[in-house]
């Protein structure tokens, strides 16, 4: 998927078959409640538009957590 590479017009196509190669099925394959965690904006976007999953990035998760022990 690439980052950038996989959003740009002239190589998109050719991101979401990478991402359909092994990624964007295994997502799918998780159970409901599995965390994804995915820090890079065009990352996280790929996944969530065609993995259908909701991904948190890892300052989401630290801050969470840290309001979870206050």
């Known amino acids: 998927m690439a980052g950038a590479f996989g959003m740009a017009r002239e190589s998109f196509a050719t991101g979401k078959a990478i991402g359909e190669r092994v990624?964007?099925?295994r997502v799918r394959e998780l159970?409901?409640?599995?965390?994804?965690?995915?820090?890079?904006?065009s990352c996280?976007?790929?996944?969530?538009?065609?993995?259908g999953r909701k991904t948190t990035h890892i300052a989401?998760?630290?801050?969470?957590r840290a309001v979870r022990r206050s």
Request: hydrophobic share 50%; proline share 4%; no cysteine.
């Open 44 to 51: 996280r976007e790929q996944i969530e538009l065609y993995g």
């Open 60 to 64: 989401e998760l630290l801050r969470d």
């Open 31 to 41: 159970e409901a409640n599995a965390l994804i965690l995915a820090n890079g904006f």
């Open 23 to 25: 990624l964007l099925p």
